[in-house]
């Protein structure tokens, strides 16, 4: 097998001990079917590791793989680091990072979000971690000096840009996600605020948007003139579910009770964030009332 360069840049310094352990490490584990040895010496811009390896026995696919596996799994930790760091950059400088509240829980969704995400069923660290080293053993299949960091830059650029654009909709998914959060707050204040009209009103779900209204006696009832609801609310859903929010808010019932066939539905999962223990979901009902086909 012949000698592999590692070229590892002083600019990535704070990485180097990381690098250097899992180089190593990577290499013990293949010790049973290679010996190798890493000599380092070093110029302005690098520290060079120069490794080499060869069988214990014979020459074999398998010390092959070996060998190269060890080489790829060092790069993928240096590779690793380098896209933490890089993401958290990314982050702090998005046009949306100063409108977040809690900057600390942003970082946090965003690496769950990018190392748990699925693409075609698997799981996506791992699709991560195959296709860098995959990129590591082309590379040195033809070459036997690898620079990290032009490696980074030039061998990985489709998959940062493709990083880039996960970090960014992940971003706009959280920035979505906190400020519905927070007028689903505003909500339960504007309704905890409202004295009570109604006992208990039932609400059937028919369609997508369409619920008719009955109180206890299961009478009939129609909303009266709507209360007006804050601006941030009425521009923020709707005209349907807006309509909903406003009849509502004009019966201001202590209980509600929605019978519904689909319990999982955007309106209904808004209603029970609003309302919380105040609401009841009846899925297990039969009455005259016939509900359309939906969805």
């Known amino acids: 097998m012949?000698?592999?360069?590692?070229s590892f840049p002083y600019t990535d310094e704070r990485f180097l001990p990381q690098f250097r352990s899992s180089l190593y490490d990577e290499m013990e584990k293949a010790c049973s079917v290679l010996q190798f040895c890493?000599?380092?010496?070093?110029?302005?811009?690098?520290?060079?590791?120069?490794?080499?390896g060869w069988p214990k026995e014979e020459h074999t696919i398998l010390v092959h793989e070996a060998w190269m596996s060890a080489l790829a799994n060092a790069v993928r930790i240096y590779v690793s680091a380098k896209e933490e760091e890089w993401i958290f950059r990314r982050i702090a400088h998005h046009r949306c990072y100063n409108r977040t509240v809690g900057k600390a829980r942003l970082f946090r969704y965003i690496s769950e979000h990018i190392r748990n995400r699925c693409e075609e069923g698997e799981d996506r660290k791992a699709y991560n971690k195959h296709r860098v080293e995959q990129e590591v053993?082309?590379?040195?299949?033809?070459?036997?000096?690898?620079?990290?960091?032009?490696?980074?830059?030039?061998?990985l650029r489709e998959y940062i840009e493709e990083l880039c654009e996960s970090v960014d909709v992940s971003i706009e998914q959280?920035?979505?996600?906190?400020?519905?959060?927070?007028?689903?707050?505003?909500?339960?204040?504007?309704?905890?605020?409202?004295?009570?009209?109604?006992?208990l009103l039932r609400l059937v779900h028919t369609s997508r948007f369409e619920f008719t209204y009955y109180n206890e006696a299961w009478e009939r009832l129609v909303p009266s003139v709507p209360i007006h609801l804050p601006t941030e609310v009425e521009s923020a859903y709707i005209d349907e579910e807006a309509a909903i929010i406003a009849a509502l808010a004009a019966f201001s019932p202590e209980r509600i009770i929605i019978y519904t066939r689909w319990p999982s539905s955007g309106p209904i999962a808004t209603l029970e964030r609003v309302f919380a223990d105040r609401i009841t979901i009846c899925t297990d009902f039969s009455f005259p009332i016939t509900p359309v086909d939906y969805p």
């Open 2 to 6: 012949r000698r592999v360069q590692l």
């Open 38 to 52: 890493i000599q380092e010496d070093e110029d302005r811009r690098y520290r060079h590791f120069h490794c080499q």
């Open 137 to 155: 053993i082309a590379y040195l299949e033809n070459h036997h000096v690898l620079q990290l960091d032009g490696f980074f830059r030039f061998r």
């Open 174 to 199: 959280y920035i979505a996600e906190e400020e519905h959060e927070a007028l689903l707050q505003r909500l339960q204040a504007f309704f905890f605020a409202l004295p009570y009209h109604t006992g």
